[in-house]
Each structure stands twice: as structure tokens, then as C-alpha cells.
């Protein structure tokens, strides 16, 4: 079978992306998420997304991790999605919504950027971590644990980070920030399935809220991701505050491969 793929990046997560027909599938998904991401024959990226269109406005988008694992949700995945939609005319402007393991999540086109509603996020309790420090385990409809340091300069988040996987079975999404001011943070993460990336949507959101519940910031953050800026907002109060991520989607290529390899 022939398998055409864009490749599109947010904030410096890349991904591949594959419109599947009405009633059509891909065999073996996850296995062709680790082909493409990790296998080095193709430049490597963060995840596979497939997305197909329910009815009109409405698209069901799902996602494999670069290690071949399935995710309920990424807010970068989330917005290159959308853009790929767009391009095939399968969302317009208007009133278009895509469809993830985590939810429905609302789509705003704008001239140079993508933006999308998250849901809520809950904060969790805060857990004790090896060194001394602590952390809050958090959820936007994937898993995470945010870490708030003064300073990031000197972090090993590859070694950190895969010693913290084993605190939730399956992996656990962990970001690393630093508050510059009330309207920047400062973001590095690891990632489940994946390890170290150039950015996180939706651990952005989640740290985002962190940070407001203690009323450490605006109703309108940038956060700053290794591979670009991301803008957190939210509108209303406390836990039921709608959480609004935007940001750029970048076109890469496009290629077609034969799946499954002979």
C-alpha cells in the first residue's frame, strides 16, 4: 500500500500525517510511528498522526508516540492537524473541530497561527522527588508532572527524565519550568514514548495552569519551548478555566512510502 504523509512542525515537534479515507485503515500503525520516527530512513520526528473526517466539521485525529505507543492527545499534533485539514478542505475558518483520544477541541484560524481549546486542566497533588525537590502531577487528558525550578541552566532532562518515567506505569510527560516574569515561562520537557523534544503543547497548558492556580501569571502566557513560543490563555477562573493554546505550524515536505515494508 502507498501512504502519502505530510510532515508539518509546531514550535519544533515535528510529525508525520496521513488522511485516511471513509472506512479505510493503516495496518499496524504503531509499528509504522517507530519506522518513520526512530528507524533513521526518514527524518525523524516526535509522532504519527492519522486523522479522517467524521462529517462536516468535524475531524477524528489519533496519535502514535515516536516509539510506536499510543497517545490520547498533543497540542502541537493537535494544530498540525488542523493546518493539514485546511490545505485539503476538509475544515474551514469557521466552526471546525477535530476529535482526540482526550476530547473535542475547538479550531481558530488566524493569519499566522493556530489556535485550538484544550479543555481544563487538573492539578494534582504535589509528590516528593529524589534530591529534595517536588513536583505536581497534572492532566490535561494525557499525563504529566511539572517540576518548578528557579533556574533551568545546568538541567540533565534526558537522565531526569527517564528516571521520573517509572513514577506512572505507561510513562509520564514531564516539563521543567522557569518563570522569567507573569506573562513568560520558560519550558523544558521530556516526553512519554518519546524523550527529549523541541516542544510540548499540552504539558505548555498544564504548566501554564500550574503557574495560575498560584496566581504566578496572566490570564495570557507565552511559553517558551526549546523549538519556539507557544501562547497559553484562559478564560475564566480557577478549574474551570478553558485553556486556549496557540501558536505557529510550520510545513516541512511531503512523501510517500510503501507500508507494510516488503
Known sequence: MRVDLLIKSGAGNRFYLHELA????????????RELCQSGNYAPADGLILFSLLEAGLLRMQ???ADGSKA?????GLRCCA????????????????????????????AHSIALSMGQAIIGEAISLPG???????????PHLVILRDDLSGLDAKSEGEALQSLREGGINVEWISLRDRENIDLVVYER????????GSGSCVSAALARSRGLVEPAVFVHNPGGTLLVSFAGEGAQAEIFLGGPVLDEAAISIDWPKA
Open 22 to 33: 471513509p472506512g479505510s485503515s493503516i495496518s499496524s500503525p504503531g509499528l509504522l510511528a
Open 63 to 65: 496519535l502514535w508516540n
Open 72 to 76: 490520547e492527545l498533543s497540542g502541537n
Open 83 to 110: 493546518k493539514a485539514a485546511l490545505e485539503r478542505g476538509l475544515l474551514g475558518a469557521d466552526a471546525s473541530v477535530i476529535r482526540s483520544d482526550a476530547g473535542d477541541h475547538q479550531v481558530k484560524f488566524e
Open 132 to 142: 529534595g525537590e517536588s513536583g505536581t502531577l497534572a492532566s490535561i487528558g494525557n
Open 193 to 200: 514514548g518519546v524523550g527529549i523534544t523541541q516542544a510540548c
